[in-house]
């Protein structure tokens, strides 16, 4: 059997909206973990006790790109920095030094690759196709038009990213969530 790499839960479409039951699937799976013998409504009640606010926990989630091993990494570098609740702060801490450290191992070629998967929403090749997924530069997404590929969120807020957006004059791409 060939080894799969598993698609992300989708909290983006292809063309870059938000996928609000993809988001819903992640926040719960976070608020499960948090207070496993609760119905769902009682668990967002308790929302407060783990997070500043909800959209700390929905920051959370868009920025796990679906990856559900990253978002609870980051989960836990934040619980190692702060007791709950969780402050956005601390949150936005740890996706900085996360990003600076995905940053500090992405050669120039591999931003070239990068830049290509953004505009094609696809990866060429094996090594390449294996490359990216398993640095976790890119996350595979599958949807009813088969698989897609897009950057990792933290990369998107990424100087080298942005400075590349604005030299091509795009605001945003198709599967981008730039944050100003």
């Excluded at 993809?22 to 719960?28: I, K």
């Excluded at 609760?38 to 909800?54: G, M």
Aim: glycine content about 4%.
């Amino acid at each position: 059997l060939t080894p799969k790499i598993l698609p992300m839960v989708p909290v983006k479409l292809r063309t870059g909206k938000e996928f609000p039951d993809g988001m819903a699937l992640l926040r719960e799976m976070v608020l499960v973990r948090a207070f496993p013998n609760q119905t769902t409504e009682e668990q967002f009640a308790l929302l407060p006790e783990v997070f500043d606010n909800i959209e700390t926990l929905n920051r959370l989630c868009r920025i796990s790109g679906g990856h559900v091993r990253n978002l609870l990494g980051l989960l836990f570098d934040c619980l190692r920095q702060e007791n709950p609740p969780i402050p956005s702060e601390c949150l936005e801490n740890v996706i900085l030094e996360r990003r600076d450290y995905l940053i500090s191992s992405i050669t120039d070629e591999e931003w070239e690759l990068l830049f290509q998967v953004v505009q094609q929403q696809k990866v060429r090749g094996d090594t390449e196709y294996q490359t990216l997924l398993r640095s976790m530069f890119v996350f595979e997404y599958r949807d009813r038009d088969g698989n897609w590929f897009g950057i990792n969120p933290a990369l998107e807020e990424a100087p080298q990213f942005k400075s590349w957006l604005k030299q091509n004059h795009q605001q945003t791409l198709p599967n981008t969530t730039i944050v100003h």
